[in-house]
């Protein structure tokens, strides 16, 4: 049974179209992540399921019943917004309950959900204090608490970790799902942290400009982008622009500026079309050495940086022919191994590249977007 359906949905701000003719089926007891830039319409999408605003086109359901003219407060979903809005005259404690309390159960048992969520959040110790004497991320942990003991069977999450340090935003964002997942809760978490969506979510949603760029699992969305766009967005991605030289019933030869030719295994393009190549910075390979004759996809360059990301290290190479490649590897195997300024080759092997139409504002413009 879909738990929230969007139809067409269209929401304007005076000039700005916001949600764009949006449809979307979100089923019961499922965890989605919407994932995009700023201005993509992310909070803007929560507040029309919310019921905080009405669209100017389109329907909205929750559970197979049109809420369009339903109040928020009928629409038996919980909101957490971006900026959480708490009661500031009552205290940690008080403000959890609330919801419990408001839903009719008795006291002791209401008191008793909202320590239980304030465990939860790592927050139990601050029950007394007023919203003003917590920290930012407190407060962000307490509206969390707070919509989450509301019982609500839909929890709308408006980067619900978003002010929280590293450590803490990773062990929550485990537990938030554990909740979900215990409790049947369908859930639409929104988050410009795409390592986060991709953890959390069973499936992700892609915004860009009010509209959808691909929605499915983490890892398709992952494996196979639709768009230049989804691959910039999620995931580091190295991109090369060319033209199809040749073709055969296997794939399509590719040339590359000042000459270098690319193998891919695509057979849909014509010659002469202009395309860009896309690779995952983690599927490139960088190899010591002579070429050896045979080998295709075997592109020369020099390193030009290597950055330290902990477990991870990136080595930026600077291709004879004036294209650039990130390369990441874990750091157990990657860190020393390469030198500034040492010539390698690159390997971008056949299987790991994807092909995209030439976007008709340019390569650089798209990536640009966000
Ligand atoms: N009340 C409003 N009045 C005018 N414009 C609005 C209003 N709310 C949103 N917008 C505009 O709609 C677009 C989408 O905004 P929205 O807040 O949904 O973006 P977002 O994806 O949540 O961004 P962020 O990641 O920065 O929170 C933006 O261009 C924004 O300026
Ligand atoms: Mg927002």
Same mark, same amino acid.
């Given at each position: 049974m879909p738990s929230i359906r969007l139809v067409n949905v269209t929401k304007k701000f005076g000039g700005i179209?916001? %949600?764009?003719?949006l449809s979307l089926t979100i089923n019961d007891c499922e965890y989605v992540c919407v994932l995009g830039p700023s201005g993509s319409g992310k909070t803007t999408l929560l507040r029309l399921i919310a019921g905080i605003i009405k669209p100017d086109e389109g329907e909205i359901y929750i559970n197979n019943k049109l /809420?369009? +003219? /339903?109040?928020p407060q009928e629409r038996n979903v919980a909101y957490v917004p971006q900026y959480y809005a708490l009661?500031?005259?009552?205290?940690v404690i008080d403000n959890v309950a609330f919801g419990p309390l408001s839903r009719g159960l008795r006291r002791e048992e209401a008191y008793k959900v909202g320590m239980h969520m304030l465990e939860m959040t790592r927050l139990a110790w601050r029950a $007394?204090?007023?919203?003003? $004497?917590?920290s930012g991320g407190m407060q962000q942990r307490l509206a969390l608490a707070r919509g989450l003991a509301c019982g609500a069977k839909i929890l709308l999450l408006d980067e619900? *970790?978003?002010? *929280? +340090?590293a450590r803490l935003r990773v062990e929550l964002r485990f537990r938030l799902r554990e909740i979900a997942k215990e409790n049947g809760l369908t859930v639409i978490h929104v988050t410009h942290d795409q390592e986060e969506a991709i953890v959390v979510a069973d499936r992700l949603i892609v915004l860009r400009g009010g509209e959808i760029q691909q929605e499915g699992p983490p890892s398709q969305v992952y494996n196979e982008p639709k768009n230049i766009f989804v691959a910039h967005f999620v995931g580091g991605a190295n991109f090369f622009e060319g033209f199809i030289a040749e073709t055969d019933p296997h794939g399509s030869w590719v040339q590359l500026r000042n000459g270098f030719i690319l193998r891919v295994n695509e057979t849909r393009w014509k010659v002469g079309e202009k395309i860009v190549i896309m690779i995952r910075e983690e599927k490139t390979e960088i190899i010591k050495g002579i070429k050896r004759r045979? +080998? %295709?996809n075997l592109l020369p360059g020099t390193i030009k940086e290597a950055s330290f990301l902990g477990d991870f290290v990136i080595y930026g190479i600077l291709l004879d022919n004036g294209d650039n490649v990130n390369s990441k590897m874990p750091t157990l195997l990657? %860190?020393?191994?390469?030198?500034?300024g040492e010539r390698v080759y690159v390997r971008l092997r056949t299987e790991y590249l994807r092909a995209y139409p030439y976007p008709p504002q340019g390569l650089y413009q798209e990536l640009k977007v966000m």
């Open positions: 179209t916001a %949600i764009k003719k /809420v369009n +003219d /339903v109040p009661f500031p005259h009552l205290t $007394e204090s007023l919203p003003y $004497e917590l619900p *970790l978003g002010a *929280l +340090d045979e +080998d %295709i990657g %860190i020393g191994k390469f030198k500034i």
